[in-house]
């Protein structure tokens, strides 16, 4: 059975003084129908994330309706109202009979779900929860509520040697997190190797992960140590775990079990010391109901878990991640235009805080010639994009006129900019930092593995 939402939200909090209390509201479940009639889940504003609800044993609220899916829907607690979210169940979620995708709540609502019926119930006092008044953790930026009541949680876990799942749409900052987390734990001065399973090809992907050696196949002309080896005494974070081809999870359940591996072609195994974080943009429950991602595997790396919030739920935080990224990206001389922040609070970030990241460092490069481009692509509303004026690319006045010379379509001469203004700024980090990668990445504000695949494409360019 599940942890339930108050439970789970005992994890600690930042001693510092006078901290802000979040809002005392706390709403009551009560089930009223269904399998679990009579039991009841408190929800208010100390869970560090939302309070899933399903069959499966990782919810929050977990329910033994066979009716309701592995992860069926989320509860959390928003500005004093109860948002509840379907998460793309089989049978619906449905209040007061009509069928949701998400809705905000304030209590008195029936809530179906299978044969479960909620009776939503506000209560009249919550407990005052503490929120941390951090703004950052380690690599992460965040001052928003919702990324306030992670910090606790994530300093908790940071001293700790457990496996963490970190879940998360594409470009929320998982990779960021788990370096973070390395970074500020007791591991922090060995290695932090970072493994892809999708940047492999399936055949290789043994080899990766547990090494191989001499004459072990084609092509194997020496031996080499796989990421557990490599991570020794660290911290090995599983990107996109979702992704790992089922035939291989067995060997890596044994691998994170009894910390050794075998190398391919080995006879012996090799003891490791390996602290493993995984992250996926999967919904693994989906996945493991679906046949495709082993039950046993996901309940070990699953013993701890964060969900990261998308960008489009941090409020506040555009802001305060556009000024960060425009000052560590050279525009600390001159403030971001308030035209572009307001366009930028304006906008969803589908690509989240990548996208944000990648829209700072293209108006920071090509000024006035980045116009109404705003996102990865998606236009603004408020005008054509001037090209008279490119005094905001102080230094890069030379290669811009000689792109515009040529006359080349925009989104090409665009590119070509930002090619060379990646190209620069890498070849400038490194220099600073005598071409240690790993320093360059941290000054740069991203994960050593991004700073790596910016690294061999503006090379290849």
Known sequence: ???????????????????????????????????DKGRKFVLDSSSPSRSLTGKSASCQICLTDPSVSRRHAAFDVVDRRLRLTDLGSSNGTFVNGISIVEVYLDGGEFVRMGQTVFHVQQEEKGKEVALSQRRTFGRVVGGSEEMRRLYPLCERLAGSDVPVLIEGETGCGKEVLAESLHEMGP???GPFIVFDCMSAPPTLLESALFGHEKGAFTGATSSRAGVFEQAHRGTLLIDEIGDLDISLQPKLLRAVQRMEVQRVGGSKPIKVDVRVLSATRRNLDEEVAAGRFRDDLFFRLNVARIELPPLRQRRGDVALLARHFWDMLGGKERPIPQSLMERLEAYSWPGNVRELYNTIARHLALGELAGEMIGDGARLTDGPASVGDSNELRGHEDYIDEVVAQRLPLPEARQQVMDEFERRYIDAALMAHGGNVTKAAAASGVGRRYFHLLRARVTKT
Request: hydrophobic share 40%; no cysteine.
């Open 1 to 35: 059975m599940g942890r339930r939402p108050t439970e789970f939200a005992d994890t600690g909090t930042h001693l510092i003084a006078r901290p802000k209390l979040a809002s005392s509201v706390s709403f009551l479940l009560l089930v009223a129908e269904g399998p």
């Open 187 to 189: 591991r922090a001065n």
